[in-house]
């Protein structure tokens, strides 16, 4: 599956020319070139890996808590056959739409809108 390569937020880019600077301002002064280099490449790699990570896991919280807010729109209080109190942590997730009572396996959908 290819996946579209997304750009770091402006933030974040603004960190790794700042990793790069002072660690070319570093070189230059220690007058470490050769080695210091392949170093501050490694550096460099490893930390765009994480910055990445990290603002995917970032992404992936904010699309699961936006997925639960709307789950929880339409989600009754209570299972309409066996009176049990239902929250959107609780109920037995079968779909985006569809979920079971944890109590009496009763499958509840969104109220038709007419």
């Known amino acids: 599956k290819d996946e579209e390569k997304q750009e770091l937020p402006f933030h974040w880019q603004q960190m790794q020319t700042a990793i790069w600077l002072i660690g070319l301002a570093i070189l230059a002064w220690k007058g470490w070139w050769w ?17 990445r ?12 808590q936006a997925a ?3 789950r929880k729109d339409w989600l009754p209080a209570k299972c309409p056959n ?4 239902l ?12 979920a079971d009572c944890p109590y009496c396996s009763t499958n509840l959908r969104p109220a038709m809108q007419s």
């Open 35 to 51: 080695p210091g280099i392949l170093v501050l490449v490694a550096i460099s790699g490893v930390s765009q890996g994480l910055m």
């Open 53 to 64: 990570w990290y603002v995917d896991r970032q992404k992936a919280e904010q699309q699961a």
């Open 68 to 70: 639960m807010e709307t």
């Open 82 to 85: 066996c009176g049990g109190p």
């Open 87 to 98: 929250s959107v942590d609780t109920v037995n997730w079968t779909g985006p739409s569809t």
